[in-house]
């Protein structure tokens, strides 16, 4: 193996471990060489890998059993959302998946928003709205349309719903600059986003769902297209 350099090395070498368990060169419940020939191999000390091996074990990535060794952990099994930044750094075709689950959430948001939003949530809503308007440059407009859908999830009354909303974002902030396409206008932005929030503030459940499903399937379609 390659010895990797010295100024960035927990990094390098945390980064070298998870492309090769996501990409199965380490599968699934396999026990990971033993520690000196593992660094010897790549050129570090010990330390410096059971730095890197800590790291992987809070991602969710590794276990270390005493007196047996390190494994693979199973994560596509029991692993969480917490690990889709990851997986969208190794591969962005988790990002289709991710885009499925962001359609029918936020559509469901949308509804929960309208019925249960109080009147103080409909006035954010509203100003956030604007906020898309006179935002400049498709990265500014990218996070204040962000901002409408956290105070959509708010206007809910279901905190889930916001961590819902916070993970979907998370994961796809690793690839966010190819997914600007929708954002780089700010009249049409606004303008995708506007009936989500006129049928949320008005009450109507059904209108805010489907103006959602339609807002989501567009900027969806936009941003593949940005990744492809």
Known sequence: MEALPRETIVDVLETRLREDILAGRHPAGSYLPPERRLADGYGVTRTTLKHAFGRLVQA???????GVGTRVRDYARLGGADLLPMLVR???DWMVEIFEVRRSVGALI???AAARATEEQRTELRALLAAVLVAEGGDAVQLADIEVHRALARATGNRVYVLLTNTLFN?????RAALVGPFNSPDAAHARLEPVVEAVTAGDRAGAG???EAYLTATERIMLEGLA
């Not at 969710?60 to 005493?66: A, M, S």
């Not at 994961?171 to 690839?175: E, N």
Request: proline share 10%; hydrophobic share 40%.
């Open 171 to 175: 994961a796809y902030l690793p690839v």
């Open 90 to 92: 190794h591969s962005p």
């Open 110 to 112: 949308a509804e929960r």
């Open 210 to 212: 489907r103006a959602a």
């Open 60 to 66: 969710g990535l590794l276990e270390t059993r005493h």
